[in-house]
Structure formats: C-alpha cells, structure tokens
T-cell receptor
Framework: QSVLTQPPSVSGAPGQRVTISCTGS?????????VHWYQQLPGTAPKLLIY???HRPSGVPARFSGSKSGTSASLAITGLQAEDEADYYC??????????FGGGTKLTVL | EVQLVESGGGLVQPGGSLRLSCAAS????????MHWVRQAPGKGLVWVSR??????????ADSVKGRFTISRDNAKNSLYLQMNSLRVEDTAVYYC?????FGYGDYWGQGTLVTVSS
C-alpha cells in the first residue's frame, strides 16, 4: 500500500474533463514537499507530465494541469483524447528521506 | 539530447547478485542527483535509491537497505546499482532516473528487467 493514495482508475469520454487525486500526509505533501506527475503509456517508461505541483515541461499540452493544497494534489486533464489513455503517477518526498510514488491511476478513455 | 541507457538485467536465482549500469549522455552528469526506480510486473512505480551528484551521500528504500548499493562514476558518466541477496520480490524493471534531491525525475531510461527466480 502506497503512502500517497490515488484512485486505482478513472474514466471519461473524449472531450470531457477528468481529475486524479493524490492524498498524502503531514510528513510528505503537507510538509511542503512538491508534487510531480508522470504519464506511463503501455509498454513504455514513465514521462514527466507536471513538475513542482503545477508546471508543465516543454511539449506537454496545456490540457494537463496540476494543483496542490494541504496534504493533497490533483492532476486535471481537459479535452480528453484517446491518446491520454495511460497510467498516471504522483510523486513527492517524505521527511523520512524517501521519495514516494502514488499507487498509480489507470485512465480509460471511453 | 539526454539519454539514459540501462544494462545488466537478467535472470538470477534467489540469494544471488546482479549489478545494473546506467550510461548517461547529453548532459553534465556530475551536476545531477540520480535515482533508481523499479516497477514489478503489472504494478506501480517504487523508488529504490538516490545518490548525490558527487557521490558523497546515498539513501535507500527500507525494502532494499543493506542489500543494494548505489554508486556512480562521474568520469565515466555512469550510475550503478549493486544488488545482493536478491529475493523473488525484487523482480522488476529497473529505471535509471535523472532528478533532484527529492526524487523528481525529468528523464528516465528505458529500463532493464531483473527476474529473480529459481
């Protein structure tokens, strides 16, 4: 069981908006550590999607956005597209000197 | 172009050892913390270890502490993971990741598969 909790799955129709939550605690997200998000397409290595809570690397569409508040963070995807179907992971750091990943969320585009 | 290429994975018996390597190119390797992250078949990402840019400090996940050792050779632009006393539950794809102190990873290798089985 991961220290950062994500829903196992979410789904949405093309064009819709979906959100993925990432819930931590006062020793990680709530302690002020940044949250990052990764997208993993089937059979490939993870790719950085959002860094430092809400910043998009070059090349990542503006449809992807991130936010953080208190002990939680969220990834939002608007204008859902078929190619967004993937696994999504949040990541932060814990005061125990460990980097942490959420358990991952499988996004299905209906 | 940043590239991270892992090697050294394979099949090993429980209790055995394996050394993973990661060849880095396209950036100043000695400027970055480096990490190993693993993913068991069909499972999620798990952070394994990190090492300071100059190799002066390292940290490990509890699940591998005392069994795995991370190291680097900045002259060779290479990262390593020495894995001893391997267990079946260490079976995973191991990724080499460029990042910062807190685990943020902006570039990932393609991964190398380690299978621990008798």
């Amino acid at each position: 069981q991961s220290v950062l909790t994500q829903p196992p799955s979410v789904s949405g129709a093309p064009g819709q908006r979906v959100t993925i939550s990432c819930t931590g605690s006062n020793s990680n997200i709530g302690a002020g550590y940044d949250v990052h998000w990764y997208q993993q397409l089937p059979g490939t290595a993870p790719k950085l999607l959002i860094y430092v809570n809400s910043h998009r690397p070059s090349g990542v569409p503006a449809r992807f956005s991130g936010s953080k508040s208190g002990t939680s963070a969220s990834l939002a995807i608007t204008g859902l597209q078929a190619e967004d179907e993937a696994d999504y992971y949040c990541q932060s750091y814990d005061s125990s000197l460990s980097a942490l990943f959420g358990g991952g969320t499988k996004l299905t585009v209906l | 172009e940043v590239q991270l290429v892992e090697s050294g994975g394979g099949l090993v018996q429980p209790g055995g050892s394996l050394r993973l390597s990661c060849a880095a190119s396209g950036f100043t390797f000695s400027d970055y913390w480096m990490h190993w992250v693993r993913q068991a078949p069909g499972k999620g990402l798990v952070w394994v270890s990190r090492i300071h840019s100059d190799g002066s400090s390292a940290n490990y996940a509890d699940s591998v502490k005392g069994r795995f050792t991370i190291s680097r050779d900045n002259a060779k632009n290479s990262l390593y993971l020495q894995m001893n006393s391997l267990r079946v539950e260490d079976t995973a794809v191991y990724y080499c990741v460029r990042g910062d102190r807190f685990g943020y990873g902006d570039y990932w290798g393609q991964g190398t598969l380690v299978t621990v089985s008798s």
